[in-house]
């Protein structure tokens, strides 16, 4: 069912809208500036929001593509033959009713999905803890559609993170369940800033998609106090971490590989940051103050893609 709504919405919808530009039945150019508004601000949305690691980060920019061909096709051979406004006929006005219904219900999502890079507060300056590959953020960003950890104070801002191969892609299959098919399985994972461990959890044991572990959300996790800040690094595999609070980290130091430990869907790196020094888990994951983060001065929102 996942996949066919992923199909649906991300891949069927857009064609539809972008076919209708080009070839749908406009009544004036008007009624044809709607269908274009929809489409483009549609386009618009799923190119920021989209699961693109799941289908491949290729397909927005074929539709942006599609759509240009799509309009100047239209332009050229039928808008000059259009009258500006519509002889108001029903199938008309259901026509034009329902673009703009649509167009109204996804203009708030898109507009801010568009403002998911913007922060007030100064971002907590970190290094990039995976260092070898590409890879694209799944999650992230100031924005309750582009990151679904939006709404809890301590994971404000947090990041999840998937690398990603040929054609944009972070698995061998959409939904593979050997934890191995999926590139980020076993990525190592390093320390982002220099600092003391606060608090971490290293025995807890690794999910096969789709099976996950509710009682212990964060997995195997590694918390660093660095710059009166508190950084988590979460869903580490099972048995890649000997780290202890009080212990010392510098910058770049290895710490653990990605697994796929704790309440998650897949193998994914999780990390999120913290005012202050933090030890109790509760704090960790939940109350304290969420901050901001930057790697090599970007704030990552979702479909950011790091790495070469």
């Not at 044809?32 to 489409?39: E, G, I, K, T, V």
């Not at 950890?149 to 301590?154: E, T």
């Not at 933090?278 to 960790?284: I, Q, R």
């Amino acid at each position: 069912m996942t996949l066919l709504l992923l199909v649906l919405s991300h891949i069927f919808v857009p064609l539809v809208f972008i076919f209708t530009v080009g070839f749908g039945a406009a009544a004036s150019r008007i009624h044809w500036l709607s269908h274009l508004a929809l489409a483009a601000v549609y386009l618009l949305l799923i190119h920021y929001a989209g699961a693109w690691a799941w289908l491949g980060g290729f397909w927005p920019w074929l539709f942006w593509v599609g759509l240009l061909l799509s309009a100047a096709r239209f332009l050229v051979r039928r808008m000059p033959a259009l009258p500006l406004k519509p002889v108001w006929r029903p199938l008309v006005i259901v026509s034009l009713g329902f673009n703009l219904a649509v167009l109204a219900a996804i203009a708030v999502p898109a507009w801010s999905a568009l403002g998911a890079g913007i922060v007030r507060e100064e971002p907590v300056v970190l290094e990039w803890p995976l260092v070898q590959g590409q890879y694209r953020v799944g999650q992230g960003g100031n924005s309750h559609v582009m990151n679904h950890h939006y709404g809890i104070d301590a994971q404000h801002h947090a990041i999840d993170v998937v690398r990603i191969g040929r054609l944009g892609l972070r698995a061998h299959r959409v939904f593979p369940q050997a934890l191995e098919d999926y590139g980020i399985w076993n990525s190592p994972v390093t320390a982002p800033c220099s600092g003391e461990v606060t608090n971490a959890a290293v025995n807890l044991p690794d999910q096969n998609p789709p099976v996950s572990d509710r009682d212990n959300p964060a997995g195997n996790f590694v918390a660093i106090y660095c710059r009166d800040v508190t950084v988590v690094l979460a869903h580490l595999r099972n048995g890649s971490v000997s780290l202890q609070p009080g212990d010392w980290l510098e910058a770049g130091e290895m710490i653990g590989q990605v697994g796929n430990s704790g309440n998650t869907s897949e193998p994914h790196l999780h990390m999120h940051a913290v005012k202050g020094r933090v030890s109790g888990h509760d704090a960790l994951m939940w109350e304290a103050n969420g901050l901001p983060m930057s790697f090599g001065g970007r704030y990552l929102v979702r479909n950011d893609v790091v790495g070469h």
